[in-house]
């Protein structure tokens, strides 16, 4: 079977060019499925397999298997998926480059060529992580901020550098440009790409949970961890099982005075309920026309949120507006337009839907303001409901998200004086300590930027400001937004309020707050008060946002700034006066929010020569970055005191021949959590604590303590980031009671001692170590380090009740094998302490994907699933990882 066979390849009619492609409808009308009635998701899988047709890593099955698919079944078929380009982000891209240089320097070790690593498709990197929010509140906290931020990663740069001269086919945006998902939709993806005269759906993997943002314009696409990136630059396919898709109807229009984050919020609720991970979302209905393209934007952004592996929107005539208006050529808009009508993919009110696995239904009427927290972001409050559920919070049990107070704790308050010339002020529980305007959700969105900016401007003409304890920071997704706040002359109000830009990168939402004023910092630790961030981003795991706010909401960008101006969450903010104006009369909210009609005033200013002046220069946007020497030869020269890049373990005396799989025998438990432990908890991320197992091995480099940076900046180095693995400071291991942070016992003594100390003395006596987990573990970002660090603690298999798809992606793509309990069970269920001895038995080199194992734990046996769910995946195991694969890969070829 081969593509012209079936007659599939067919002319496109484009006005410049002639240009063909795979058409889906020709498949049917061989007898191959229904192609009419699948969803839009599933028929750009399905091009893809058609046109990467090989019958080596495509085959016909996979074809017919997709053309095939049935809504209702969950598909046990893999298939592998071949996506046109890569994107990374900084935190990921530098250990992707380590990786891959590391992956050169054992090629050229083993006699072969280190040229042959290369990308195979194109790749993005953008540098957008590194943002540390140190100078703000002032109008040179931009320059401050970057100039410390090249002082403390100029190594880093360096290594980019001499990537982007040594990797062929790589592209890297300097510091600066913007967040890489919000540079992804309003300049990379041109939804319908053409090489070689052939058009096709464009499609692509990213290093970040949020890359599915891009699947508002009709681009199919997801995040995957760093190890699956690497193996995909690298020619190889990811192999999935086959998705189901839940299809979500949208009905009515908003309601004046919500916003798109308002409704995430309520898609994310609804759909943590229902339980999407490893599923398609893909929204249908005629509401969709109500929902400006950065609307849809912000709801596919927060895909890993909700748990799905993308929330989809098909291409329509507002994609079309949306490429058109941000400076798309004419060429590339009638491209997608003719293609995806040809195709079957372009969406028009009224039209019959697809078919679906399940069918949600929301009425956009009924969306009402809200927030989420204060610790997941599923967790939704109206804002009316706000005051009452903090009194609730505050006292309800840790387990059910809350913070256990005491009654008598309930009154604790601070007294602090921020300057000389300042009165004091109080700080209290529930008091807002960090505001800000952050993250790829909310930056990519004009209407509630704007919105933020015209509450800051109502507000500030009122003689409202922000309470002085209220660390504020504006950081916009691309330097656009910059433009069209200047241009609707609302900067300066923002401005007025402390809301200066601090950079164009991922800030708060990554742990890159910054440090709190002293006394602020101070009155928190020795009062122990429960603070508050609000910030407009997508994640507010515990430890996340900065490590003295115990509580974190998410909210859209104007009720960051009207909350900065409360300076309290402890506020029914619908009925309670924000603050009194000149004259001394109260002032509310409902005063100073903007209408539809004024947001509307604003953005008719934005226009498409704004992104065309931004995103066409970017090489020369950063003369800091053009000052950076670009050096060095194929084989990276690793410089062995370096505590950023380092040569990683992971390929040092790895043999040509595989190992026996084989039983792991008599091991021991290092950690063991509960219900909804994130990669957040897992991996090294933020700050490095003073006291940290990091700290020490930097302070024995010599490193001061003002110069440790953050772990993701030192992602690059393996001993720095194996420290900081489960370290996080709200981390509760079971086997530590009582205790937080990267604590555990070892069991031979009874000690508790840091997680990484425990490890140390395991790896002397060669014992075999385990992760006991419950619900949902590794929900999260697509952290590689949540499993490379895991990897290098000596740990052999992680035992949960059920995953998240990219950690259980990237364990076994280490080598660490993922295995399930069985029928809902749970270490609790069992009544496993952790103390036992525990045995894997049934391992063997003639393992089968989702096939059972026995667990032996002391004299007791149970039955526990394979995790490795396809062929492939076995055979990344026996490698012990996907890059081990790889590279024995490439020596076969050239041996």
């Known amino acids: 079977m081969d593509q012209d066979k079936f007659g599939s390849k067919d002319h496109l009619r484009l006005s410049n060019v002639s240009a063909q492609f795979y058409r889906l409808e020709n498949l049917e009308k061989q007898g191959i499925g229904h192609i009419s009635r699948l969803p839009f998701s599933i028929k750009i899988l399905l091009e893809q397999a058609l046109r990467n047709l090989d019958h080596f890593q495509v085959n016909e099955d996979d074809i017919v298997a997709l053309a095939n698919w049935q809504p209702k079944q969950k598909s046990e078929k893999e298939i592998p998926f071949k996506p046109a380009r890569v994107i990374l982000q900084d935190l990921t891209g530098v250990p992707a480059l380590v990786d891959l240089a590391a992956l ?7 006699g072969g060529s280190p040229a042959v690593i290369n990308p195979k498709i194109p790749v993005d990197l953008i540098i957008d992580h590194s943002i540390q929010v140190d100078s703000f509140g002032m109008s040179n906290s931009l320059q401050i901020n970057m100039e410390k931020e090249f002082e403390r990663n100029r190594e880093r740069y360096e290594f980019l550098k001499w990537g982007q ?42 290093t970040d949970s949020h890359t599915p943002m891009v699947n508002s314009l009709g681009v199919l696409g997801w995040g995957v961890g760093g190890i699956e990136a690497e193996s995909v630059m690298l020619g190889q396919p990811i192999y999935m099982q086959i998705p189901q898709v839940v299809g979500f109807k949208l009905t009515g229009k908003m309601s004046p005075g919500t916003t798109a984050t308002d409704l995430v919020f309520r898609i994310v609720e609804i759909l943590r309920e229902v339980g999407v991970v490893e599923k398609f979302v893909e929204f249908y209905g005629d509401g969709l026309s109500g929902l400006s393209l950065a609307d849809r934007a912000t709801i596919s952004n927060m895909a890993p949120e909700y748990g799905a592996t993308m929330g989809f929107f098909p291409t329509d005539a507002e994609t079309l507006h949306y490429l058109k208006e941000t400076g798309r050529s004419p060429d590339v808009i009638e491209r997608v337009e003719h293609y995806c009508k040809a195709q079957g993919l372009f969406r028009t009110d009224g039209m019959h839907a697809p078919e679906f696995s399940d069918e949600i239904e929301l009425d956009l009427s ?44 309930l009154s604790a308050q601070a007294e602090i004086r921020l300057s000389t010339s300042e009165k004091p002020v109080t700080l209290a529980h529930g008091s807002v300590v960090l505001a800000a305007i952050t993250s790829c959700t909310n930056t990519s969105n004009p209407s509630v930027m704007i919105a933020a900016g015209l509450l800051a401007k109502k507000a500030v003409e009122k003689g409202l400001k922000t309470k002085p304890w209220v660390k504020t920071s504006l950081a916009p997704g691309s330097r656009v937004v910059t433009d069209y706040l200047q241009q609707g002359k609302l900067d300066g109000f923002l401005e007025q309020l402390g809301f200066f830009t601090v950079g164009y990168g991922c800030t708060s939402c990554i742990g890159n707050s910054g440090p709190l004023a002293e006394p602020i910092s101070k009155a928190i630790t020795g009062k122990d008060l429960v603070v508050a961030s ?35 969450i402890d ?11 000149r004259d001394g009369n109260p002032v509310f909210l409902k005063d100073i929010w903007p209408d539809t009609t004024e947001i509307a005033e604003i953005a008719s200013l934005i226009k498409p020569d704004m992104y065309l002046k931004r995103y066409s220069n970017f090489e020369t946007l950063s003369p800091l970055w053009n000052e950076i020497p670009t050096k060095g030869d194929e084989v990276y020269a690793w410089d062995e005191s370096s505590t950023y890049i380092r040569n990683p373990p992971f390929f040092l005396n790895m043999s040509k021949a595989l190992k026996t799989v084989s039983d792991i025998v008599d091991a021991k438990v290092l950690v063991k959590v509960g219900d909804s432990v994130t990669t957040d908890h897992i991996s090294p991320a933020g700050a490095i604590a003073k006291n ?23 992602r ?57 987990a419950g619900k949902e573990y590794g929900t999260g970002s697509s952290r590689d380090w949540a499993a490379k660090g895991t990897y290098l603690l000596g740990v052999k298999a992680v035992i949960a009740t059920s995953y998240e798809r990219i950690h259980r992606s990237n364990l076994l793509g280490m080598g660490v094998l993922p295995l399930q309990f069985k029928d809902g069970n749970s270490p609790d269920s069992l009544k496993l302490t952790g103390k036992e001895s525990y045995s894997i038995l049934g391992l063997s080199d003639q393992i089968k994907p989702g096939q059972e194992l026995t667990l032996k734990v002391d004299d007791q046996q149970f039955s526990v699933l394979l995790r490795l769910d396809t062929p492939v995946e076995i055979e990344y195991y026996k490698n012990g990882g996907i890059l081990h694969t790889v590279l024995r890969n490439f020596i076969k070829e050239v041996s």
């Open 716 to 772: 690059g180095n393996d001993q720095v980031m194996v420290r900081g693995t489960f370290a996080n400071i709200r981390l509760r291991n079971q086997l530590a009671p009582g205790t937080e942070g990267g604590i555990t016992t070892y069991l031979p003594t009874g000690e508790q001692m840091s997680i990484f100390e425990a490890c140390e003395k395991y790896k002397v006596s060669g014992t075999p170590l385990i992760v006991l």
């Open 571 to 581: 506020i029914n903010l619908l009925e309670d006066p924000l603050g009194t104006d």
């Open 534 to 568: 609000v910030l407009s981003g997508n994640r507010n795991f515990e430890g996340r946002v900065n490590p003295l706010t115990k509580a974190n909401y998410l909210a859209s960008p104007p009720l960051v700034v009207a909350y900065a101006i409360a300076g309290t």
């Open 692 to 714: 940290s197992p990091a700290a020490a091995y930097l302070l024995e480099h010599e490193i001061r303590q003002a110069d440790f940076n953050s772990y993701g900046s030192r």
């Open 366 to 409: 009924t969306i009402e303001p809200s927030l989420a927290g204060p610790k997941r972001p599923q967790d939704r409050i109206g804002l009316s409901q706000m005051k009452q559920a903090w009194a609730k919070t505050l006292t309800a049990p840790v387990n059910q998200r809350g913070y256990e107070l005491k009654e008598t704790e």
């Open 165 to 206: 001269k040594n990797f062929k086919n790589m592209r890297i945006f300097p510091p600066g440009v913007g967040i890489v998902h919000q540079v992804n939709l309003e300049s990379l993806a041109n939804v319908v790409q053409m090489r070689d005269n052939i058009c096709f759906s464009d499609t692509v993997v990213g």
């Open 104 to 110: 050169r320097t054992s090629m050229s070790q083993l």
